[in-house]
């Protein structure tokens, strides 16, 4: 929030609580318009209340991570072996992009994810930042172009150390978005590819995988490919930092016992990173690391946890509070 102007952002939209959710979902509705809508990855407990949300209320901009064809057919075989694959994601798995045009979305943006293998990166683009005094409307844009442009300007793909800057006129200010998204290496999805293509041949498309559900034969061929890499795979999963990029000079600070803590306004959530593949932790926290300083709020997953104390102790320098 800048003067009269109020920036909105929702990250992930579902649950398995079915009340819950409907109610969220109506307070956010009355709040107004959402100007970025983050999707960290494609578990029905993170999306199946998109399309109600859409129906409720505008969202200017999607960001979700880049899915390859690989890892729609690898979601929709997860969903026909646990039962829960509905029509409705069969008709978003088919064109994720078009999914949300179709529901009022203006721009669809998608990060490039980095593999356990990649080479380290150098974290998000950073703000520069301006005195507090800045004056002007609030907007946000993106730190830089987008590597590729389709659908006559309404999909963007965008490298990994993109981030969503804010400025008040023409003044740049210390606040800043920072989506990271992590995939599994090639190789662990090789032995579900062999399988796909042995079944349903090399050129099948989402759709044609997808209608495999509606008969006993398609739905036990599913499984099938899908129990080559069940144990050993986390999906695709995009993070999100939220909060000032500098630390000030002199840090507010609040009194925690007989001491004096600084307060921290970061927040920090990891979709469903599995975080117990230590070369995944590391890369998460070596991109992050420029920011790690400034969290408040740390949202740790609720698969793949493991390991996340021994990360806090020794980037945070604590253990993280129950």
Request: proline letters at 6%.
């Amino acid at each position: 929030e800048a003067g009269d102007r109020l920036l909105r952002w929702v990250y992930d939209c579902g649950s398995n609580q079915t009340n819950p959710l409907h109610r969220e979902i109506r307070r956010l509705a009355t709040a107004g318009a959402i100007d970025l809508l983050f999707i960290s990855h494609l578990d029905s407990d993170h999306i199946n209340g998109l399309d109600e949300l859409l129906r409720s209320v505008s969202a200017s901009e999607v960001v979700l991570p880049y899915l390859k064809e690989i890892d729609l057919a690898l979601t929709i075989c997860r969903d026909s072996q646990s039962g829960s694959l509905t029509a409705q994601f069969e008709n978003f798995a088919a064109d994720p992009a078009g999914w949300f045009i179709a529901r009022g979305v203006s721009t669809v943006s998608f990060i490039k994810g980095r593999s356990d293998d990649s080479s380290p990166d150098d974290g998000p683009d950073l703000p520069r930042g301006s005195p507090e005094d800045a004056e002007g409307p609030l907007r946000h844009k993106w730190s830089q172009p987008p590597q590729k442009i389709m659908r006559g300007g309404k999909v963007y793909n965008y490298d990994t150390n993109a981030s969503i800057w804010f400025f008040r006129g023409r003044r740049q200010v210390d606040w800043l978005l920072a989506p990271y998204v992590h995939r599994p290496p090639a190789r662990g999805a090789h032995a579900f590819l062999e399988r796909l293509r042995g079944r349903f041949g090399r050129h099948l498309s989402i759709g044609e995988i997808s209608a495999n559900i509606r008969t006993p034969s398609g739905r036990a061929s599913l499984r099938y490919c899908y129990d080559a890499i069940w144990a050993n795979h986390n999906f695709v999963s995009l993070s999100l930092y939220s909060g000032a990029a500098a630390r000030p000079l002199f840090a507010n600070v609040q009194p925690i016992g007989n001491r004096l803590a600084p307060i921290e306004v970061g927040w920090l959530s990891t979709g469903d990173s599995n975080l117990a593949v230590a070369k995944r932790r590391a890369a998460l926290l070596r991109h992050y690391r420029p920011l790690l300083g400034r969290v408040g709020i740390l949202v740790l997953p609720h698969h793949g946890a493991f390991g996340i104390k021994e990360a806090s102790e020794t980037y945070f320098g604590k253990e993280p509070s129950s």
